[in-house]
């Protein structure tokens, strides 16, 4: 794909951890036998496979925009060991502060969808006897209007995937930006931003597209979680259409094009991998980032 050249400043790109989480393998890697992503994903004696939570932080000299936030600590502890979640505390909100930064900096928040290893980290950590509290206070809140609809009314298959309230709290916020499948971007975004809507996994799925000088960056959230899920016919279990979601995913690949950068949100082991096509329609991982520090789309070529 031909990049477009900008007279926006630059883009900076930062991968944050967030908190980790453990997932069934099987429901992870969909119809691939187990003898084959055991060998990707060592699995644990409950057969779940270790995956993190990854947010990307977007810097434009003009907005600080972080895309996703991860499973954060909301869960009440007989549910975060159900979900194995690892850390008790927000570390999405540490490794920021690690950063010098604190929710207060954060301008816009971009969730793809809100499932709740994606969009728990908006809230703050569970307290007995609190409800749901979010912790950006100034950011706009900016999704797609058919995910914040599914997750407002979701199918009884997937409703234990959605955080019951959280919709409603984010629309009371009064900071709520949705986009219409005819909308690729907003102001909040800014020029350099556009979204993909996508429906294979959930519906009105964002994709956000990073547009720099000379290449380009796409966040994958569960399209392609990691590495092993860029060959085109690994789903999960999750998907609600895998064929659409296959069909999706070769779409992205030739939109963003050889050398594009993948940007994942649940790689243990990498944040990021620029794509490559050993045959045609076989893509792979040409190198991987193990995690991405300020990163300038505008450099790298």
């Not at 699995?43 to 996703?68: H, K, M, V």
């Not at 979680?225 to 259409?241: A, E, K, N, Q, S």
Request: aromatic share 8%.
């Amino acid at each position: 794909m031909q990049a477009r050249r900008h007279a926006a400043p630059v883009l900076k790109i930062s991968s944050i951890r967030g908190n980790r989480l453990a997932l069934d393998g099987g429901a992870m890697f969909g119809h691939v036998p187990r003898a084959l992503w055991a060998k990707w994903y060592a699995p644990d004696d409950q057969n779940r496979i270790e995956l993190t939570c990854r947010a990307f932080l977007l810097e434009d000299g003009e907005r600080r925009i972080l895309i996703e936030t991860g499973i954060g600590a909301f869960f009440e502890p007989k549910l975060q060991e159900r979900y194995g979640v690892v850390e008790t505390g927000h570390v999405l909100l540490d490794s920021l502060r690690e950063r010098g930064l604190s929710p207060d900096d954060i301008d816009v928040v971009l969730l793809s969808h809100l499932h709740f290893d994606h969009a728990g980290g908006v809230l703050a950590p569970f307290a007995a006897g609190e409800g749901l509290r979010l912790v950006f206070p100034r950011a706009t809140f900016v999704t797609s209007a058919a995910a914040f609809e599914r997750a407002a009314r979701p199918h009884k298959r997937d409703r234990a995937s959605f955080i019951p309230g959280l919709a409603e709290l984010l629309h009371a916020s009064g900071r709520l930006r949705l986009l219409t499948a005819q909308e690729d971007s907003c102001p909040e975004l800014g020029p350099r931003i556009r979204c993909v809507h996508s429906t294979g996994h959930t519906d009105g799925m964002l994709l956000p597209f990073l547009q720099g000088t000379f290449a380009t960056a796409v966040f994958c959230a569960d399209l392609i979680p990691g590495v092993p899920w860029i060959h085109l016919p690994i789903t999960m279990g999750y998907d609600r259409f895998p064929e659409q979601l296959v069909d999706e995913k070769e779409q992205l690949y030739r939109q963003l094009g050889h050398g594009g950068l993948l940007l994942f949100t649940h790689d243990p082991d990498a944040a990021a991998a620029t794509l490559g096509e050993e045959s045609p329609g076989r893509f792979s991982a040409v190198s991987r980032h193990q995690e991405l520090h300020r990163l300038d789309l505008d450099a790298l070529t």
